[in-house]
C-alpha cells in the first residue's frame, strides 16, 4: 500500500463486522479496536481504543436493521473520531437505510434521505462510500464527496460465468417500470434483451394486473432490482413472467437482501429458481433457504477505500 505520510484505520460498528474483517484482510491490515455497547437504558457508548491522530480512518456501517441503532452508532463513531482529531473519516455505508423517503411523494411527508445526509455531515464525515444508492440522486444530498459504488459488475461477472455472455435464450428483466435504467444497464453489458413487468390497477380497490413486455416465452429469465425487502413485487414479478409470459425458469438478484417480514417464506414459496444477493446487509442462516446465494462485494470496497487512501481515481470501480 502506498503511503502519504497518514496512516489507515478501518473501524467497524456493529452491524456487519464480518465485512468490516474480509475488507481489512484483503488491504493487508487489521480492523481497528473499539468498542461499541450500550448502556441499560438503550443508549450507545463508544470506546476507542488505539489513537486516529491525523490518520485517514473508515468507517464500516451498513445502516440495515436495527435501522435506527446502525445509525446512531455510525454517527457517534464519527463523532469521537472527529473529537479524537482523526485526520480524515469516511463513512463506508454498503447499504444506506432511508434512502427510499428521497422526495416528496406527498403533501406533508418528509425527505428522510436527506435528514440522514445533514446528520452524517454534521457529526463529521469528510466523505461517503456506499454502494447502489436507491435513488442515485442521493449523491446530491451532501455537500461532502460520495462514491456510490455499482454492484452490478459483480453479478455481470456472475451470470457470465454461470450461463455465459449474450445466451440467446436468456433476458434481462425489470421488475417494474422505475428500475428500468439500472436493469438496462446490467442486460447491456450481458448482452441479453430487456422486458418490463409493468403492474397497474385498472381501477381502485381491484387486483393489481400484471402485464409483461416483452417476449419472454420459454426464456430463462434473470430479474434484476436493487433491494429486496418483503419481496412482495419481486416474487409477483417472477410469477407474471412464468403465468403470463411463459417464461421458462426465472432467476432474481439484488444488491441488498434487507428480506424484512414475509420476505423469506414468500421467496421460499415462488418460482424463482435462484435469489443472487450481495453481502452488504448481514447473510441470514442458510438453513432459513436454499435458494438465497450471497456474493461478496469486500473486494470492491477493499479497492474503493485503498484507491481513496491513496488519492488515486476510483471511476474505475464504475465501469
Not at 2 to 17: R, Y
Given at each position: 500500500m502506498i503511503s502519504h505520510g497518514k496512516d489507515i484505520?478501518?473501524?467497524?460498528?456493529?452491524?456487519n463486522p464480518k465485512l468490516a474483517e474480509e475488507i481489512c484482510k484483503l488491504m493487508g491490515t487489521k480492523l481497528s479496536e473499539a468498542e461499541v455497547g450500550t448502556f441499560s437504558d438503550g443508549e450507545?457508548?463508544?470506546?476507542?481504543y488505539e489513537t486516529v491522530r491525523g490518520s485517514d480512518v473508515f468507517v464500516v456501517q451498513?445502516?440495515?436493521?436495527?435501522?435506527?441503532n446502525n445509525l446512531m452508532e455510525l454517527l457517534i463513531m464519527i463523532d469521537a473520531l472527529k473529537r479524537a482529531s482523526a485526520g480524515r473519516i469516511t463513512a463506508v455505508i454498503p447499504y444506506y437505510g432511508y434512502a427510499r423517503q428521497d422526495r416528496k411523494a406527498k403533501a406533508r411527508d418528509p425527505i428522510t434521505a436527506k435528514l440522514v445526509a445533514n446528520m452524517l455531515t454534521a457529526a463529521g464525515a469528510d466523505r461517503v462510500l456506499t454502494m447502489d444508492l436507491h435513488a442515485s440522486q442521493i449523491q446530491g444530498f451532501f455537500d461532502i464527496p460520495v462514491d456510490n459504488l455499482a454492484g452490478n459488475p459483480i453479478f455481470v461477472d456472475y451470470y457470465a460465468k454461470k450461463f455465459g455472455e449474450g445466451c440467446e435464450n436468456m433476458m434481462v428483466v425489470s421488475p417494474d417500470v422505475g428500475s428500468v435504467a439500472r436493469a438496462r444497464a446490467f442486460a447491456q453489458k450481458l448482452h441479453m434483451n430487456l422486458a418490463i413487468v409493468d403492474k397497474r390497477r385498472q381501477k381502485a380497490n381491484s387486483c393489481e394486473v400484471m402485464n409483461v413486455i416483452g417476449d419472454v416465452r420459454d426464456k430463462d429469465c434473470i430479474l434484476f432490482d436493487d433491494m429486496v425487502?418483503?419481496?412482495?413485487?419481486?416474487?409477483?414479478?417472477?410469477?407474471?413472467?412464468?403465468?403470463?409470459?411463459?417464461?421458462?425458469?426465472?432467476h432474481a438478484c439484488a444488491s441488498h437482501g434487507v428480506l424484512s417480514g414475509p420476505a423469506i417464506d414468500r421467496i421460499n414459496d415462488?418460482?424463482?429458481?435462484?435469489l443472487a444477493l450481495l453481502d452488504t446487509i448481514p447473510a441470514i442462516d442458510p438453513k432459513k433457504s436454499s435458494k438465497i446465494k450471497y456474493l461478496p462485494v469486500a473486494p470492491m470496497f477493499a479497492e474503493a477505500i485503498e484507491r481513496?487512501?491513496?488519492e488515486v481515481s476510483i471511476s474505475k470501480l464504475f465501469r
Amino acid at each position: 500500500m502506498i503511503s502519504h505520510g497518514k496512516d489507515i484505520k478501518v473501524f467497524s460498528g456493529n452491524s456487519n463486522p464480518k465485512l468490516a474483517e474480509e475488507i481489512c484482510k484483503l488491504m493487508g491490515t487489521k480492523l481497528s479496536e473499539a468498542e461499541v455497547g450500550t448502556f441499560s437504558d438503550g443508549e450507545i457508548f463508544v470506546s476507542l481504543y488505539e489513537t486516529v491522530r491525523g490518520s485517514d480512518v473508515f468507517v464500516v456501517q451498513s445502516t440495515c436493521t436495527p435501522v435506527n441503532n446502525n445509525l446512531m452508532e455510525l454517527l457517534i463513531m464519527i463523532d469521537a473520531l472527529k473529537r479524537a482529531s482523526a485526520g480524515r473519516i469516511t463513512a463506508v455505508i454498503p447499504y444506506y437505510g432511508y434512502a427510499r423517503q428521497d422526495r416528496k411523494a406527498k403533501a406533508r411527508d418528509p425527505i428522510t434521505a436527506k435528514l440522514v445526509a445533514n446528520m452524517l455531515t454534521a457529526a463529521g464525515a469528510d466523505r461517503v462510500l456506499t454502494m447502489d444508492l436507491h435513488a442515485s440522486q442521493i449523491q446530491g444530498f451532501f455537500d461532502i464527496p460520495v462514491d456510490n459504488l455499482a454492484g452490478n459488475p459483480i453479478f455481470v461477472d456472475y451470470y457470465a460465468k454461470k450461463f455465459g455472455e449474450g445466451c440467446e435464450n436468456m433476458m434481462v428483466v425489470s421488475p417494474d417500470v422505475g428500475s428500468v435504467a439500472r436493469a438496462r444497464a446490467f442486460a447491456q453489458k450481458l448482452h441479453m434483451n430487456l422486458a418490463i413487468v409493468d403492474k397497474r390497477r385498472q381501477k381502485a380497490n381491484s387486483c393489481e394486473v400484471m402485464n409483461v413486455i416483452g417476449d419472454v416465452r420459454d426464456k430463462d429469465c434473470i430479474l434484476f432490482d436493487d433491494m429486496v425487502d418483503t419481496g412482495g413485487s419481486l416474487c409477483n414479478a417472477a410469477k407474471a413472467l412464468v403465468e403470463v409470459g411463459g417464461a421458462k425458469s426465472v432467476h432474481a438478484c439484488a444488491s441488498h437482501g434487507v428480506l424484512s417480514g414475509p420476505a423469506i417464506d414468500r421467496i421460499n414459496d415462488s418460482v424463482i429458481t435462484e435469489l443472487a444477493l450481495l453481502d452488504t446487509i448481514p447473510a441470514i442462516d442458510p438453513k432459513k433457504s436454499s435458494k438465497i446465494k450471497y456474493l461478496p462485494v469486500a473486494p470492491m470496497f477493499a479497492e474503493a477505500i485503498e484507491r481513496i487512501y491513496q488519492e488515486v481515481s476510483i471511476s474505475k470501480l464504475f465501469r
